[in-house]
């Protein structure tokens, strides 16, 4: 009973991403979910912006495919374009 009223409060993630290597996020919006990957970086840059601009430096280095990163809705989806993520899960 508890589960659902958390689910009816909207308590519960809103988003759930999974990557390529196996790795599952969940947040309760796209920026958390930038947040929650950022804190994996082993060195991660000083802010969310810097973060985001170099995973889209390296992801085009890695794939060829130049992705947006100036939006953090935008820049997860850039990821699954790419192939970095495999699935976005919006409850």
Known sequence: MEYLEE?????LPMLTVNFIDG????????D???NRLRDTAWE???????YMKEVARRTE???GVKI???DSEEFV????RAGIITEIIQH
């Open 32 to 34: 958390e979910i930038i």
């Open 7 to 11: 689910l009816k409060g909207g308590l």
């Open 44 to 50: 991660p840059e000083d802010t969310v912006e810097a």
């Open 77 to 80: 989806k850039e990821l699954k």
């Open 68 to 70: 947006d990163w100036r």
């Open 23 to 30: 790795l599952t996020l969940t947040g309760e919006d796209w």
């Open 61 to 63: 280095i890695q794939t």
